[in-house]
């Protein structure tokens, strides 16, 4: 498709206004850009205003948090170590070898006590969250395993990732903090920071400026509001969840801040539309990442815009691979909202009835069925993707 026709074009832009109408009880402010695999951009529209109670506009040019599509960039960097053998997707001891924190998990049992783990963790179950690893604001006896203190995951402190698994190794899927962990492997093996790492092996290659865990002052000057809905529906402001990247200025700050894989990044909309990579001859196969993803194609893990290739063609089929076909039916267990000020339950992240569901390294495959993006929303980050040809649409609260 070379582009959309003009009464497409017109009927997306009406949609997308009529989604923002009221700024109080729909949404404040939106993005949504459509791209093709060939990096052109079939659609960018704004509406709305840069959040709730602001005057200003919301442009094409606003910088989102994009939440947890961090982790598939996270996961490319994971594999293009892969291919160059320095991590291995079922290499238990190099896990080890590299951290000693996830040698020496414990598991977190039904009782609150933590037992020793009945298998090692691999990169694979990392990557495809059957580590183990879970999130607090989705899983209640982590939340309460974690009292009177309690885990942050958004604080940008290293020790919020010294959490207990809450399920055995290679046992089951559950959303977690598991590709944050996956980030700091790739740290420790290349000696980088994740961030560093992502600049230099993807964002440089495909020409990428406004994409960063810690965003530069024309970013922040530009980054979308948080919102808050109420329980009577309505919106309200909101401080800022990943809040320690926006405020440390030294270097020494900087470095000190922990680097999230699992939902680090800030990015400009249309940037991240240009990234992901995916495969033509997977056209069939969308992809969602849990509550929030988008698909976007990228040429076999070519950009089709420079030229570079930041990963192969195989390692790319590998990422779309379903790992957990044990699990065909994973996503219809339902989420709780163990903390509510920051998600709402969701009891079914996966709504089309009669059809399986699968995960690849880091994202959820959803097959042919398009109505499945149609998907349950927790709130959190309120970044929410959908494939077809591919797109994004972007809203932050």
Known sequence: MSKLSTSAVSGLRTTVDAACADPVSDIPGVTVVVVNKNGEELFAHSSGNRGVGSTEKMTLDNIFWIASCTKMITGIACMQLVEKGLLALDDSALVEKLSSELRDVK?????GKLAEKSKPITLRMLLSHTAGFGYTFFNEKLRDFSKPIGYDEFSGHSFDMLQPLVNEPGETWEYGINIDWAGVLVERVTGLSLNDYIQKNIMQPLGLKNISMFPSGDMKAKLAHMNFRN?????????????RPLIVETEDQVKSCFNSGGAGCFAKPQEYARKSPCLKNLKRMLLKHAIEILATLLN?????????QILKQVTVEEMFKNQIPNLP??????????????????PDLYPAPGHEQGWGLTFMLTGDRLDALREQHNGLGSQIYGGGVTGRKVSQG
Not at 107 to 111: F, G, I, K, Q
Not at 300 to 308: F, L, Q, V, Y
Not at 329 to 346: E, H, M
Request: hydrophobic share 30%; aromatic share 6%.
């Open 329 to 346: 039916n994973f996503a219809r267990n339902g989420i709780p909202d163990s903390k509510p000020w920051l998600t709402n339950p969701i």
């Open 231 to 243: 329980l009577d529906g309505k919106l309200s402001k909101y401080d800022h969840i990943q809040r």
């Open 107 to 111: 598991v977190l049992t039904s009782d």
């Open 300 to 308: 076999n893990g070519t950009s089709p815009i420079t030229g570079a």
